[in-house]
């Protein structure tokens, strides 16, 4: 299996609900350092995974609309915790939606086999959300 | 899949028996850097793989009785080398016997899928274990 | 000379006002790895610059009003930006102010030569904030 | 399963054929920092994965070839991309054959489950090759 | 003091000559992760060292004729070797030059008090160079 | 200025004497990731600040005699505390020595101008000594 990473960050403000929280119920935020691997069985045509260039550009259309927000006024989020583990998924979710509309060109579609997104929330903390693609 | 991790760090003091360790054969010592990982399938009700203040608690306290000792005197591992690998497993396998007995609270004991321990031990070597968890 | 670092880290939330600040005028969020540097010219009666327990402790405790916090609400900086910039210089202003309190011991009132803070918040960008002590 | 993961790196040279790889097209070069982990169900006898002065010379013996050269002019990639990716199958490649001859013992030959070799380009980019070893 | 450092990187090819560099007078390559650091003794305006998007771009302006190039056929290097100490002085010089020629703004010119450029070669080695800014 | 710098590792066992160390008083041990910086302010003929090749085996021969070591039985620290801040200081001493020696060369002897020693002891801590050279 190949893997391919790329990294961009994310700054944004939020708060969580619920006593496990502790103090982080308060208005806080977080830089995310993101980690994008895109896993394929098999190298493209050119010896790739994906073109570099486009999952950089892929990863940070996907991070463009959360980042420098206060995700708790974001609509898609209501209701729920904007959580490390939370926005992982989403952002890899976003991610594989993509991928499927084509954004890595039309052999990605087929060819990339998971979608993996890394949070690194600080010096001692990260999460993150792994997902397969099937067309 | 999910994925929490969680860094904290021991400094300890051991000797190898057995000529394929050289030099560390002699009283030495280092320095691991603890990174704890649980996995898990789906989130819990507060969107979250576990209370990372938990999860820090519970290694913290995995970790005290091996922090600031020489590992040639504990007597759990009399007869074993304590390498870098035996050490993952050990630390991997306490973390999971805690959260089977409801350390991380009841709702983890069936949520939490696996624990991995990784042990960096400079900035060269490291070494991870992983356990699955079966209630 | 001698220097000893320890490293803490918080997360907050912030606007900043000037045109110069593109999309960080929305309010949004940082985490500040925060590296807390002593430095003095001859060690202390134990061969250190400082009990870096205390010292730990003097970080956190100097960190903690600006942890898990909305700094726009806060008396302290209303009129200013809370760049990476200023917070490094507000932070080693605390420090540097409980060192000559004794935070670190009545030995270190005259020992401890520098103060240096650096705020790391991406892994593409840190800014740092110097200062001399003088009793 | 147990793992370990030994760093080396490389400097070489290259150039791409192909419009994807655009300004790469040209001559350039790139260090590429080697990660070489090896996974197995259960330690050997010393209680480790494997002789990690054996493993960090095995890999040493096998990025030799690369080190320093420009690959364009290397017959065995004679018409193929030296991408990131391919270096790391060739790398892993290399290095699951050399344990099948024995370079990390005759015991190894059966314990190594598999060969993991990931090759950091920048700070922000990296990519992987993972194959089993079946004897 | 307030320090402010941005990280980009560039990927080359080049070759040496003198006994000295063993077989690095083979043509090969490295990416150097590059951190461009500016100091001044007081914050502008908006309390800031410079303008971090200006400073970016700055700095992804000078690195762009040496990226993706062999760095034996620029005109500007003949005759000497392009060895980390001089691209890192190379770099220094000409973001120098550029924030006296008003990069970062009419104001930055008389603030900047120093440039240091960090070229990162590889996890093991590293090489700088600093120089004053005189209006 | 320009600054060079290389990075090795030991790993030693020892113990402190002072109530200030807590629970450093019992035997225990540490992986120091050692980094080696050499300033200068001009370069040789070569265009570098030192043969980096010397550099490293100078470093490793400096640090040979600490590696894999109690250091408390060693008769250099008898009466001291082996901390970070002594050990970076012995070892930054040691280089200096053996630089004016001949170590790097008759002409390093009055080129390298300071000698920095940084020993990370963790994640989250490090302790440096700085020291100049003179003929």
Chains 1, 2, 3, 4, 5, 6 share one sequence.
Do not use: C, W
């Not at 260039?53 to 006024?73: C, F, H, I, M, T």
């Not at 979710?93 to 499927?100: E, T």
């Amino acid at each position: 299996m190949f893997r391919l990473t790329v990294r961009d960050h994310i700054m944004i403000a939020h708060s969580f609900r619920g006593e496990v929280f502790g103090p982080a119920q308060r208005l806080h935020g977080a830089t995310f350092v993101v980690d994008l691997e895109l896993a394929r069985g098999a190298l493209d045509a050119n010896g790739i995974v994906a073109d570099i260039g486009l999952v950089s550009e892929l990863l940070k259309a996907v991070l463009a609309p959360l980042n420098y927000r206060n995700l708790d006024e974001l609509e898609e989020f209501r209701g729920q915790n904007t959580t490390t583990e939370v926005l992982a998924r989403a952002i890899a979710q976003r991610v594989r939606a993509r991928i499927l509309e084509g954004a890595l060109g039309e052999e990605a579609k087929g060819g990339v086999a998971a979608v993996k997104v890394t949070l690194g929330e600080s010096h001692i903390a990260r999460a993150s959300y792994e997902t397969v693609l099937q067309g």
